[in-house]
């Protein structure tokens, strides 16, 4: 048990620090100011219960004395003054009031979830991508003990998070502020009781706080085994997503390899995991649930059973009987707060890891970006000198290397399947982290095209000027380009919104792609096996158009084909003129 309370203390903690910098930030009086209505009225909601009590406590005392004018005037009129009581509320009076509390309360509490998400997730999305946090996670030792699916954890828990978050909190504050107004009036009204010669007074507050104590500790003997299932469930769900996206990407290639049965027996798999840990989940909540709902089921009967002596030796009028039971209840539900909450706050500690790992692991990732070989930008050439480059796990991919590639040049970098030539265009794009060394660029504009070109999703405008803003491109000198390349049956559908990187070919995604760097016009364009795809007549015209378009541009590329000027061999960790 001290394990498990250790683990919800450390949560609460992880949780502030995810929480504390929205409120905070430039949006903190707006939060704050929103937190503090939405307290403010569920108070408003609980002073509202207590003045309830003494209205249900004059109203069945009316009824028991056959009072009918005071049991309509409470009903209906707006303000009734009872005798030796002072004034009291009608319960129409009473429910407007309540309802209008209820429903802004509720409402504000939305504003300031949806505001609070909005906040975080833009920061989030932010810090994914500032310093190419969201690369360098994927170049981690074992990124799936940490952080797997960050789109889950972006998208579903942070709306899990702000939204619990809020419910938990405002719930617990309610809680604590309905405890503190109920207990001294439980007390008052409690009387006392003499048991083997001792007097206790305010006896039903002693009874509600033993009641709720004996419940908290079996609840969370029952019910701790929950935290570990809940957080390995969002996982494996999030795993079992990620598989059926794989599939909706890659519809040909699976089609074509015919490998409809694999797949189908890799989900199942993994939904096999999935429901294997409901299964765990389901009988523990199973467990859980005899207890809890036994428990409250007994919290409705337990108080008036204990309070019938006093009422049989009319000590308390029917009105008593009936406020008691009413009181020892919000004081008993207040107690037991940890109960009735246990399963959200299982799911939102389970929330919270996700996030605050997340975050570590951006911080980490983020970090990473200062590493790698030292880049300098001087003058018109690319040198690498002393050049040093290692995978994640340590191996070298180029010892101590230097070259220099001068403007005009159109180089070609050949080498063995994992020999580093990738490696060595990332290291010169200043994304690869592991390594030392320097690499001098030349100024200018970079472009670097992969063999599998990235096409987001949009318009094929919006996919040739990509990452330039689409509007800035020309319609004449887009559909130009297209048809240069060979794409001139795609000129008609420029302005159509498509997943263009399953719509299109290979072939035609790579020439799609070699059009994006047409139209950038880059100063030094490098390319990845960019012709990989084509034909050896197809590749040769594509270069050919390359060179026409671009004819002040210094191409580099990793390619087997021997149509260049100079051609470098990448091979056991040195680059030397190919033979």
Excluded: C
Excluded at 87 to 113: D, K, N, W
Excluded at 257 to 277: I, K, P, T, Y
Aim: aromatic share 10%; charged share 20%; hydrophobic share 45%.
């Amino acid at each position: 048990m001290r394990r498990v309370m250790t683990n919800f203390f450390i949560g609460f903690a992880e949780g502030w620090s995810l929480a504390k910098p929205y409120f905070k930030s430039e949006e903190k009086w707006t939060a704050w100011g929103l937190l503090g209505t939405v307290i403010g009225l569920n108070l408003l909601l609980v002073g509202l219960n207590v003045v309830l009590t003494y209205w249900n406590n004059d109203f069945f005392n009316a009824i028991q004395v056959y009072d009918v004018k005071t049991v309509l005037t409470l009903l209906y009129m707006p303000l009734v003054h009872i005798k030796g009581k002072g004034p009291m509320p009608g319960f129409a009076e009473l429910v407007i009031i309540y309802v209008l509390i209820a429903v802004y309360a509720t409402y504000l509490s939305q504003m300031l979830q949806i505001k609070w998400r909005q906040w975080m997730t833009v920061h989030y999305v932010e810090n994914w991508l500032r310093d190419r946090a969201y690369y360098n996670i994927s170049l981690a030792h074992a990124p799936s003990d940490v952080v797997d699916n960050p789109d889950q954890r972006i998208s579903e828990d942070l709306n899990n998070f702000t939204a619990n978050t809020l419910s938990l909190g405002t719930d617990f504050i309610t809680n604590v502020v309905t405890l503190f107004s109920f207990i001294f009036v439980l007390y008052a009204i409690s009387g006392s009781i003499t048991l083997l010669g001792v007097t206790i007074h305010g006896y039903m507050l002693w009874v509600a706080v033993l009641y709720s104590l004996v419940g908290t500790g079996l609840t969370h003997l029952i019910g701790r085994k929950l935290v570990p299932l809940s957080f390995n469930q969002q996982k494996l769900e999030a795993n079992f997503r990620y598989r059926l996206v794989r599939v909706r990407e890659n519809p040909e290639a699976i089609a074509l390899s015919h490998g409809e049965v694999e797949e189908r027996a890799e989900l199942n798999s993994s939904f096999q995991f999935v429901r294997d840990n409901f299964w765990a989940i389901m009988r523990r909540t199973k467990a859980l649930n005899f207890f809890t709902i036994s428990f409250t089921q007994i919290a409705n009967i337990f108080p008036l059973v204990v309070i019938l002596p006093r009422y049989f030796a009319k000590e308390i009028g029917l009105g008593g009987l009936s406020q008691i039971p009413m009181v020892f209840g919000q004081v008993q539900g207040a107690l037991s707060w940890f109960i009735g909450s246990y399963t959200n706050l299982v799911t939102w500690r389970a929330t919270v890891s996700r996030l605050y790992g997340f975050r570590e692991a951006m911080e980490t990732a983020r970090a990473l970006a200062s590493g790698g070989p030292r880049l300098a930008q001087a003058g018109d050439r690319l040198t690498l000198k002393d050049l040093t480059l290692t995978l994640p796990d340590g191996r070298k991919l180029l010892d101590h290397a230097s070259l220099t590639l001068t403007p005009g040049e159109l180089v070609t970098i050949s080498g063995p399947s994992g020999a580093g030539k990738s490696t060595l265009f990332r290291a010169i794009a200043g994304i690869w982290p592991f390594g030392t060394g320097e690499i001098e660029r030349p100024t200018g504009r970079l472009l670097f095209l992969p063999q599998k070109p990235y096409f987001p999703l949009g318009t094929l405008k919006r996919n040739l000027a990509y990452p330039d803003n689409a509007d800035r491109l020309e319609t004449k000198m887009a559909t130009e380009t297209l048809s240069a390349v060979g794409l001139g049956h795609l000129a008609n559908r420029l302005d159509e919104v498509a997943n263009w990187g399953l719509a299109l070919s290979g072939g035609e995604q790579q020439r799609l792609a070699l059009a994006r760097a047409i139209l950038a016009k880059p100063d030094w364009l490098f390319l990845d096996e960019a012709t990989s795809a084509l034909d050896k007549k197809l590749a040769d015209d594509v270069r050919a158009v390359l060179l026409t378009h671009l004819p002040a541009t210094t191409i580099v590329a990793i390619s087997h084909h021997e149509t260049s000027n100079r051609r470098i061999r990448l091979e056991e960790g040195t680059l030397a003129a190919a033979l």
